[in-house]
């Protein structure tokens, strides 16, 4: 029994501060109710949560917003698939969680959680009025293992998902970070060779009377440094209207389809992030379909969280053709996103009834393929970025130095 100190009013309007043993927070709440207390404050003396203050509410007070991180869903889900699996009932799960977690955005959701269990609202419903923190994936997951009573069985399945996803979205993130980086490099380099070294040169050209007999690269170099010196405003003006109209374009429906599509056309990050897509598709689509969940629903749900437009578009192709009496595997065949391969064992699966255990298969398969790919590209990302800062460096290099040139072979002949 864990001991709480109530503040709160006395039917007459007077202060109280009382100590209260019970197993939980609303259970002491309940009790100081019944004392006659209204109830303001409700503090755990075993040295750790705090109760959402209910007077700064009453004035109002707005609660925290929840800042919950991948890796803290995960702990939560893992923690409670072992509970629920030891037998502990659904709300003492919550409670005890909403005592353990740090933030305090999360902690407040949890408490109203508990509550909205403790009135008779299912752990699926409970969970979805809280969107920012529960996935329309996760949320439906746990609406079929309530509807099969394998609870601890889909909370496990979630952590297994959630940890394989954050994997992949480190890996992604470590064969992104060195040429992020490296980019950033090239850029300051080139600036500052355009902000200070650059401008010198202009000054000798015209101390040596070029004028309008500079090469175009010189120009065009020389160009660029006036741009940068003297009319960065309008640089930095145009830089973000092109930023807002990208942004614009990306909005539309077209356009997010066509930056989709480009993006999985790019030159050797293209193929990456197509195997990406097709891992996270395959492994959302077989955890959802092994939970219980319909192929239609799974499929919807698939669509919403595949983070490829086009990939988005063939899996609501798929799900019209299913509506029609059709199979997966022939709208799937028409995206270029699907490789025969994963057609075909999708096909397979949808004749055998084995389609989540092959799909978990093509998850596994493009998983391997991901790490291969962060591997090799890791390795060519050096050298490629030291090309880039080579051409990038030379042709202002060369660009400053083709005047002189060119002086010297005039003397020369």
Same mark, same amino acid.
């Given at each position: 029994?864990?001991?709480?100190?109530?503040?709160?009013?006395?039917?007459?309007?007077?202060?109280?501060?009382?100590?209260?043993?019970?197993?939980?927070?609303? /259970?002491?709440?309940?009790?100081?109710?019944?004392?006659? *207390? &209204?109830?303001?404050?409700?503090?755990?003396?075993? %040295? $750790? +949560? =705090?109760?959402?203050?209910?007077?700064?509410?009453?004035?109002?007070?707005?609660?925290?917003?929840?800042?919950?991180?991948?890796?803290?869903?995960?702990?939560?889900?893992?923690?409670?698939?072992?509970?629920?699996?030891?037998?502990?009932?659904?709300?003492?799960?919550?409670?005890?969680?909403?005592?353990?977690?740090?933030?305090?955005?999360?902690?407040?959701?949890?408490?109203?959680?508990?509550?909205?269990?403790?009135?008779?609202?299912?752990?699926?419903?409970?969970?979805?009025?809280?969107?920012?923190?529960?996935?329309?994936?996760?949320?439906?997951?746990?609406?079929?293992?309530?509807?099969?009573?394998?609870?601890?069985?889909?909370?496990?399945?979630?952590?297994?998902?959630?940890?394989?996803?954050?994997?992949?979205?480190? /890996?992604?993130?470590?064969?992104?970070?060195?040429?992020? *980086? &490296?980019?950033?490099?090239?850029?300051?380099?080139? %600036? $500052? +060779? =355009?902000?200070?070294?650059?401008?010198?040169?202009?000054?000798?050209?015209?101390?040596?009377?070029?004028?309008?007999?500079?090469?175009?690269?010189?120009?065009?170099?020389?160009?660029?440094?006036?741009?940068?010196?003297?009319?960065?405003?309008?640089?930095?003006?145009?830089?973000?209207v092109i930023i807002v109209l990208v942004k614009w374009w990306k909005s539309t429906e077209k356009g997010g389809y066509q930056y989709d599509w480009l993006l999985l056309k790019l030159p050797i990050f293209g193929g990456l992030l197509q195997k990406v897509a097709l891992s996270r598709f395959s492994r959302t689509f077989s955890t959802l379909v092994r939970s219980g969940v319909?192929?239609?629903?799974?499929?919807?749900?698939?669509?919403?969280?595949?983070?490829?437009?086009?990939?988005?578009?063939?899996?609501?192709?798929?799900?019209?053709?299913?509506?029609?009496?059709?199979?997966?595997?022939?709208?799937?065949?028409?995206?270029?996103?699907?490789?025969?391969?994963?057609?075909?064992?999708?096909?397979?699966?949808?004749?055998?009834?084995?389609?989540?255990?092959?799909?978990?298969?093509?998850?596994?398969?493009?998983?391997?393929?991901?790490?291969?790919?962060?591997?090799?590209?890791?390795?060519?990302?050096?050298?490629?970025?030291?090309?880039?800062?080579?051409?990038?460096?030379?042709?202002?290099?060369?660009?400053?130095?083709?005047?002189?040139?060119?002086?010297?072979?005039?003397?020369?002949?």
């Amino acid at each position: 029994m864990a001991k709480f100190k109530i503040s709160g009013k006395d039917t007459s309007g007077r202060p109280v501060n009382q100590t209260v043993s019970a197993p939980s927070r609303a /259970e002491a709440t309940a009790e100081a109710r019944r004392r006659g *207390i &209204s109830v303001t404050k409700v503090e755990e003396q075993r %040295g $750790g +949560l =705090l109760s959402l203050d209910l007077g700064s509410m009453l004035r109002g007070g707005k609660p925290p917003s929840p800042r919950v991180s991948s890796d803290d869903l995960v702990v939560f889900t893992r923690q409670f698939a072992t509970m629920v699996s030891a037998g502990i009932a659904v709300l003492e799960c919550v409670e005890i969680l909403a005592e353990q977690v740090d933030d305090p955005g999360f902690r407040h959701n949890l408490g109203i959680i508990a509550e909205d269990i403790r009135g008779g609202t299912e752990l699926s419903e409970a969970l979805s009025r809280h969107p920012k923190i529960f996935t329309n994936l996760y949320v439906n997951m746990v609406k079929a293992g309530e509807a099969a009573g394998q609870l601890d069985e889909i909370f496990s399945r979630l952590a297994e998902y959630q940890e394989a996803s954050q994997k992949l979205r480190r /890996e992604i993130v470590g064969a992104m970070t060195y040429p992020t *980086i &490296s980019l950033a490099m090239i850029f300051l380099v080139a %600036g $500052g +060779l =355009l902000l200070f070294i650059i401008p010198k040169f202009k000054d000798i050209f015209e101390q040596m009377g070029f004028g309008d007999q500079l090469p175009l690269p010189t120009k065009v170099v020389l160009r660029l440094s006036d741009i940068m010196k003297h009319n960065y405003i309008e640089a930095i003006i145009v830089i973000v209207v092109i930023i807002v109209l990208v942004k614009w374009w990306k909005s539309t429906e077209k356009g997010g389809y066509q930056y989709d599509w480009l993006l999985l056309k790019l030159p050797i990050f293209g193929g990456l992030l197509q195997k990406v897509a097709l891992s996270r598709f395959s492994r959302t689509f077989s955890t959802l379909v092994r939970s219980g969940v319909a192929v239609l629903g799974a499929l919807e749900i698939v669509a919403a969280t595949s983070g490829n437009r086009v990939l988005e578009r063939a899996v609501e192709e798929a799900r019209e053709a299913i509506r029609t009496g059709q199979s997966i595997a022939d709208p799937l065949s028409r995206s270029p996103v699907f490789p025969p391969m994963v057609v075909r064992m999708i096909a397979v699966g949808e004749h055998t009834g084995a389609l989540e255990q092959l799909l978990e298969k093509i998850s596994e398969f493009y998983d391997d393929q991901v790490t291969a790919a962060v591997e090799s590209l890791t390795s060519l990302i050096e050298p490629l970025m030291i090309g880039i800062m080579g051409v990038v460096v030379g042709t202002m290099v060369l660009a400053v130095f083709l005047p002189i040139l060119n002086m010297q072979k005039m003397l020369m002949s």
